[in-house]
């Protein structure tokens, strides 16, 4: 017995009402096997009668595959990559955006710049006041920038008599994106620290005005980037971008850590491509369903939109259907937000 057999046993044990394991929605928090017994921490959020099935049928199953050996399995009750002091960002940054909301995920290719970009648009129709942008995009994703391409057109910043650079207008929201900076052909061989500077200067350095709502397209995952965001951003809350796959579910969940160990609300769980829409109304999931709704169990938050496959998001003409969805994931943020 060892920790890898102990984990294939738990590969098993699913967390309900989803067919998917405990091991792959990154419950089990630790385990170590010592002889002819070992312990294993569990950690699942959500309901805590669900969680004590979890763990009994967890001990069951160890119990069943091992026999004569004896397991701990404890349920804990808070996720322990929490306990780890959160940076304090400085206040004044980007004190003239009202909100600041985060759009994040574990791994590329969910289509989390879309979500940021459409999202972002449907702020703007709420907060839109005679034609002035109070709504801003700042795409932090300095190596994969995709902002400028979404919105279709290829603007570059200005600069005001202080030599301070203005974030270009488009659609109505203000939107800065190292695309505007930086050809298409071109590649940004950067290391971390110049990473971090770009988006200092983008936070601090800019002129963004006074805005309602400021949405931060991050990059995927958790590295210099995000954690440059969450140090210098004081951020008020984030929504977390997947798609219905085991991978993509797993690494949302991860990806969320670095949230809630900076002290930054996760709002809720967005997810993307969900399903295809078929033409008598009905939802046909091809990639699988719930994965979503397990990652909002093991973070205790909400699934806030189903978004389906829809090739108009990538345009500033989207269906009515999916418009709607987006206005209604602003709403749901700002009410989460006591707005």
């Not at 349920?75 to 004190?95: F, G, W, Y």
Request: glycine share 10%; aromatic share 6%; charged share 20%.
């Amino acid at each position: 017995m060892d920790k890898e057999k102990i984990l294939e046993v738990l590969e098993t044990v699913n967390y309900p009402p989803y067919q998917k394991s405990i091991v792959s929605f990154g419950m089990v928090k630790y385990v170590k096997a010592d002889g002819n017994s070992a312990e294993i921490r569990i950690f699942t959020g959500g309901d805590s009668e669900v969680a004590k099935g979890v763990v009994a049928r967890a001990k069951a199953a160890l119990e069943a595959a091992f026999g004569g050996c004896s397991f701990n399995v404890v349920l804990l009750s808070e996720d322990p990559s929490k306990n780890i002091p959160a940076p304090k960002p400085k206040k004044e940054t980007l004190a003239g955006a009202g909100l600041k909301i985060a759009v994040a995920s574990g791994k590329g290719g969910v289509g989390k710049s879309t979500v940021a970009v459409n999202l972002a648009r449907a702020f703007a129709k709420i907060f839109s006041k005679g034609g002035e942008a109070r709504v801003g995009l700042m795409d932090c994703d300095i190596h994969g920038p995709s902002a400028s391409i979404l919105f279709n057109e290829h603007v570059f910043p200005t600069v005001n008599e202080e030599e301070k650079i203005v974030p270009p207008e488009i659609g109505g929201i203000k939107v800065m994106s190292m695309g505007m900076l930086v050809g298409d052909d071109q590649p940004l061989l950067w290391r971390g620290p110049m990473v971090t500077s770009a988006i200092k200067q983008f936070a601090e350095e800019m002129v963004w005005g006074n805005l309602d709502v400021m949405v931060l397209d991050l990059p995927p995952g958790t590295g210099d980037a995000v954690l440059s965001v969450v140090q210098l951003v004081p951020l008020d809350g984030a929504i977390v971008v997947t798609t219905s796959n085991s991978l993509a579910a797993t690494t949302a969940a991860r990806g969320a850590m670095v949230f809630e160990k900076s002290a930054v609300k996760v709002l809720g769980v967005v997810d993307n491509m969900a399903y295809f829409p078929m033409p008598d109304g009905s939802k046909e999931y091809i990639f699988g369903e719930g994965y979503a709704a397990g990652v909002a169990a093991q973070l205790g938050v909400p699934v806030l939109a189903e978004i389906p496959l829809d090739k108009s998001l990538h345009t500033d003409a989207i269906s009515d259907s999916s418009r709607d969805i987006f206005d209604s994931l602003a709403r749901k943020i700002l009410g989460l937000l006591g707005k």
